[in-house]
Every structure is written in C-alpha cells, then in structure tokens.
C-alpha cells in the first residue's frame, strides 16, 4: 500500500488551502467561479446522474454544484486536510472524500463515469502520468482546466515578479498547448469533447479591478469579437472515451 509520505505530485494541498481560497473572494471572485461552474455543468448535460470522481477537488469549487447538480461526487486528496473546505458536505454525506496518490488512483478502471480535475494540472510535473491515470478511471469523460500557452499567459514567465506583487500568493505554473494534451489523451483512446476558453482578459487584471460588472463587460465584448475562443485562458478541456455513449 501506498502511505502518504511516497506521493510524490501533492499540489492539491495547496490549491486545497484557506489561502488559496482568497484569490476567489469577493464579487470577482465568485464570478470566476460561477464561470466555472455553467461551463461545467453544460459539459456534464449528457451525464445526467453519473458517478463524478473529483481529483484534486478539496478546494470546493465546484462540489456544490455538482451535488445540486443530482451527481455522485468523491474528491480524492492527497492529504487528510485537503477535506477541511468541503468537510460540511462530507458530514451530511452528501460527497465522499478519500485520501489517495493522484499519480496512482486507488480504484480499478472505469470506476466513475466522469472524472474532473480543476487547479491541479498546471502544478503537476508528471502531467502525462497524471492523464493517464485520470484517462485509466473515467468511464465516458475527463474533465480538467489549464493555462494555454496561445494566450496571455505565455507572458507571464515575464512579469511573474510584478504578477505577485500585484496576487501576493500566486506560484509559477506550466503552461501547456492544447496539441500537446491531445496527443496525451489520444494515447489512453479518449477523444476531443469540447473545450471553453474561459477569459481573454488576465485574471490577474480582474482581481485587481475588483468591479464584477465591468470584467463581465469586457469578456462580454472580447468574445463577441473571437478573441476569447481563439486567446482565452484559462480553457476548460472536455475529453470523451472514444466509443463510449
């Protein structure tokens, strides 16, 4: 068995963190999540009911709404407390939460129908391990977000000093282009889904103008003009087993 002090990817800790949290507080904050959230559940449409095994997923983000959602959720974390902000769910039994290598899932092939994956991929160094196991776990689809390097993100290696003076708790992450995911994903049979560029506009730039209405404008405006679909970033990346119904 695998104990706790061999996992070698722990990211989710982090991301699992009352800190990280802040940087999705306040009225910016919750539009980003409620972003999220719609891009989500239209992905999830054709899955009504399915079994959805969270990697990664202590940050909450999207646990609520997939439990209002009528879905089956289990978070995996790599660490007990990774549970502490969903904990009140994981009370009312409305989620399950388990600790487990996300290099190394604790459950046999095909054991949930969708696997999502959100604030992880980008700080994980066996990205391509990681997929696989994502892909190996997934009956019909694999959901996960990450920073395209075909956006303003490949800026940010740059002005990573003046991004944390600006965020304060930010960290460097990988960016990746959605070829390079593709390939990964091909390998393990599954199949381009759909995706969703989620902002044109940094979301550095959001947090700091901290005026929801006004970044809904402005992302209002860039996708009407395409800039969205062909810069946006983050994406949110849907994966489908191929042959799977």
Same mark, same amino acid.
């Given at each position: 068995?695998?104990?706790?002090?061999?996992?070698?990817?722990? %990211?989710? /800790?982090?991301?699992?963190?009352?800190?990280?949290?802040?940087?999705?507080?306040?009225?910016?904050?919750?539009?980003?999540?409620? $972003?999220?959230?719609? *891009?989500?559940?239209?992905m999830l449409a054709p899955y009504? @009911?399915?079994?959805?095994?969270?990697? @990664?997923?202590?940050?909450?983000?999207?646990?609520? *709404?997939?439990?209002?959602? @009528?879905?089956?959720?289990?978070?995996?974390?790599?660490?007990? =407390?990774?549970?502490?902000? =969903?904990?009140?769910? =994981?009370?009312?039994?409305?989620?399950?939460f388990e600790v487990g290598d =996300?290099?190394?899932?604790?459950?046999?092939?095909?054991?949930?129908?969708?696997?999502?994956? #959100?604030?992880? +991929?980008?700080?994980?160094?066996?990205?391509? &391990?990681?997929?696989?196991?994502?892909? &190996?776990?997934?009956?019909? %689809?694999? /959901?996960?977000? #990450?920073?395209?390097?075909?956006?303003?993100? %490949?800026? $940010?290696? +740059?002005?990573?000093?003046?991004?944390?003076? +600006?965020?304060?708790?930010?960290?460097?992450?990988?960016?990746?282009?959605?070829?390079?995911? +593709? &390939?990964?994903?091909?390998?393990?049979?599954?199949? #381009?889904?759909?995706?969703? %560029?989620?902002?044109?506009?940094?979301?550095?730039?959001?947090?700091?103008?901290?005026?929801?209405?006004?970044?809904?404008?402005?992302?209002? $405006?860039?996708?009407?003009? @395409?800039?969205?679909?062909?810069?946006?970033?983050?994406?949110?990346?849907?994966? /489908?087993?191929?042959?799977?119904?």
């Amino acid at each position: 068995m695998i104990t706790l002090a061999e996992f070698t990817e722990t %990211a989710d /800790i982090e991301t699992s963190s009352d800190g990280y949290a802040t940087r999705f507080a306040g009225g910016v904050g919750r539009w980003f999540l409620s $972003v999220q959230e719609q *891009a989500t559940l239209r992905m999830l449409a054709p899955y009504p @009911g399915a079994t959805v095994l969270d990697v @990664g997923g202590g940050h909450g983000q999207i646990t609520g *709404a997939l439990i209002a959602g @009528g879905f089956d959720v289990t978070v995996v974390g790599s660490d007990p =407390i990774c549970a502490q902000r =969903i904990q009140p769910y =994981i009370d009312a039994r409305r989620c399950s939460f388990e600790v487990g290598d =996300i290099l190394n899932l604790p459950y046999p092939d095909k054991a949930f129908g969708v696997v999502i994956s #959100y604030r992880l +991929l980008p700080h994980v160094t066996q990205w391509e &391990r990681f997929i696989s196991e994502l892909c &190996r776990v997934a009956e019909k %689809a694999v /959901i996960l977000d #990450y920073p395209e390097v075909n956006s303003v993100n %490949a800026f $940010v290696p +740059l002005f990573f000093n003046f991004k944390k003076q +600006l965020e304060g708790n930010t960290r460097h992450y990988t960016n990746y282009r959605r070829a390079d995911l +593709l &390939r990964a994903f091909r390998e393990h049979c599954f199949i #381009y889904g759909e995706s969703y %560029a989620q902002y044109f506009v940094p979301m550095v730039v959001h947090r700091k103008l901290q005026v929801p209405t006004v970044s809904e404008r402005m992302e209002r $405006v860039a996708r009407g003009f @395409g800039l969205t679909q062909r810069w946006g970033s983050p994406v949110i990346l849907k994966m /489908i087993r191929e042959g799977a119904g």
